[in-house]
């Protein structure tokens, strides 16, 4: 990977949206509020399972993983895509191009691992309840996590420095809503034939290997509701799982869709609405669909606003 220093782009273009001038206030509110949602959904949940002892467990530590990650995410693209709207038109500099890409890839490959850990993590505790404690052990859970984390820096590492290694020397628009390796990389002044193969085989192994193990964690949980003599308790646990792959569907779907073909036939419209579903609307529905709806979660956030009424009123 030889380092190319033809570069004559110091800045890009990020068009987001520009396409629909009329839409630009409305967009600009939806998203602002989507934003604000997300950011205050995953920070609850960040706090309350950090301060409530009960919760240190490896689904509820896997769920504070997944929030850091999903605010992370937000705040890492959000703010610069509701720049973009605000003012139609933005500049962003070469080197806050790829700091911003490298953060995308480095959450996103964490991401789909820990929704693969959390996955096993169900299913260890469902179809083995009596060994779950040995199975999903501190030392299997911190190695889950690290594994997770170091996979993303590995990835965000790799590709935004091969990537950045391209010679840029003609236009410097980027239609999209923010530096994504697949926009970034139609700008490119060179072969790139080398790396979309890197870019497939990379992420079948990061995408698809863990969405399969997803789904095949799911089939065995399916079969142990199944065998529940209650039935409140299958309808509920029927109704968790649906939840969950919605949730990971829609995240593995799009991004698949975007990375597996970094050059693709797509539509730029198509592209910048498979983003957003994965790093908008994603973020926003894990709070709802893994944390806020369980009774757990619930019981927690009342103990903390008790907790913070007693104090008030002391």
């Given at each position: 990977?030889?380092?190319?220093?033809?570069?004559?782009?110091?800045?890009?273009?990020?068009?987001?949206?520009?396409?629909?001038?009329?839409?630009?206030?409305?967009?600009?509110?939806?998203?602002?509020?989507?934003?604000?949602?997300?950011?205050?959904?995953?920070?609850?949940?960040?706090?309350?399972?950090?301060?409530?002892?009960?919760?240190?467990?490896?689904?509820?530590?896997?769920?504070?993983?997944?929030?850091?990650?999903?605010?992370?995410?937000?705040?890492?693209?959000?703010?610069?895509?509701?720049?973009?709207?605000?003012?139609?038109?933005?500049?962003?500099?070469?080197?806050?191009?790829?700091?911003?890409?490298?953060?995308?890839?480095?959450?996103?490959?964490?991401?789909?691992?820990?929704?693969?850990?959390?996955?096993?993590?169900?299913?260890?505790?469902?179809?083995?309840?009596?060994?779950?404690?040995?199975?999903?052990?501190?030392?299997?859970?911190?190695?889950?996590?690290?594994?997770?984390?170091?996979?993303?820096?590995?990835?965000?590492?790799?590709?935004?420095?091969?990537?950045?290694?391209?010679?840029?020397?003609?236009?410097?628009?980027?239609?999209?809503?923010?530096?994504?390796?697949?926009?970034?990389?139609?700008?490119?002044?060179?072969?790139?034939?080398?790396?979309?193969?890197?870019?497939?085989?990379?992420?079948?192994?990061?995408?698809?290997?863990p969405f399969l193990l997803i789904l095949l964690s799911y089939i065995r949980v399916l079969f142990a509701i199944l065998k529940?003599?209650?039935?409140?308790?299958?309808?509920?646990?029927?109704?968790?799982?649906?939840?969950?792959?919605?949730?990971?569907?829609?995240?593995?779907?799009?991004?698949?869709?975007?990375?597996?073909?970094?050059?693709?036939?797509?539509?730029?419209?198509?592209?910048?609405?498979?983003?957003?579903?994965?790093?908008?609307?994603?973020?926003?529905?894990?709070?709802?669909?893994?944390?806020?709806?369980?009774?757990?979660?619930?019981?927690?956030?009342?103990?903390?606003?008790?907790?913070?009424?007693?104090?008030?009123?002391?």
């Amino acid at each position: 990977m030889e380092r190319q220093n033809q570069s004559c782009v110091v800045e890009f273009i990020l068009l987001g949206f520009s396409n629909y001038p009329e839409l630009q206030g409305q967009l600009f509110g939806a998203f602002l509020v989507i934003y604000l949602v997300t950011l205050i959904g995953n920070a609850i949940i960040i706090v309350i399972i950090s301060l409530d002892q009960s919760l240190h467990i490896p689904m509820y530590l896997f769920l504070l993983n997944l929030s850091v990650v999903d605010l992370s995410f937000s705040a890492v693209i959000m703010p610069e895509m509701l720049v973009v709207l605000s003012t139609e038109k933005t500049t962003i500099s070469f080197g806050g191009c790829f700091a911003q890409m490298y953060f995308i890839l480095l959450l996103g490959g964490a991401e789909c691992f820990l929704l693969g850990a959390m996955a096993y993590d169900r299913f260890a505790a469902i179809c083995h309840p009596l060994n779950y404690q040995m199975i999903m052990n501190k030392g299997v859970f911190m190695k889950l996590i690290i594994f997770s984390w170091a996979l993303g820096f590995m990835l965000g590492t790799v590709q935004t420095s091969w990537v950045s290694s391209f010679p840029f020397c003609g236009l410097n628009e980027i239609n999209h809503i923010s530096c994504e390796t697949p926009a970034v990389l139609e700008l490119a002044c060179a072969d790139t034939f080398s790396f979309e193969i890197y870019a497939f085989t990379g992420t079948f192994l990061i995408i698809l290997v863990p969405f399969l193990l997803i789904l095949l964690s799911y089939i065995r949980v399916l079969f142990a509701i199944l065998k529940m003599p209650s039935t409140t308790g299958r309808q509920k646990a029927f109704s968790t799982c649906a939840s969950h792959l919605t949730s990971v569907t829609l995240f593995y779907g799009t991004a698949s869709m975007t990375y597996l073909q970094p050059k693709s036939g797509y539509s730029p419209e198509t592209k910048k609405l498979m983003s957003l579903s994965y790093s908008l609307l994603t973020p926003l529905l894990n709070p709802l669909i893994y944390s806020l709806r369980n009774s757990e979660m619930k019981r927690a956030l009342m103990k903390l606003w008790r907790r913070r009424v007693v104090l008030h009123t002391i």
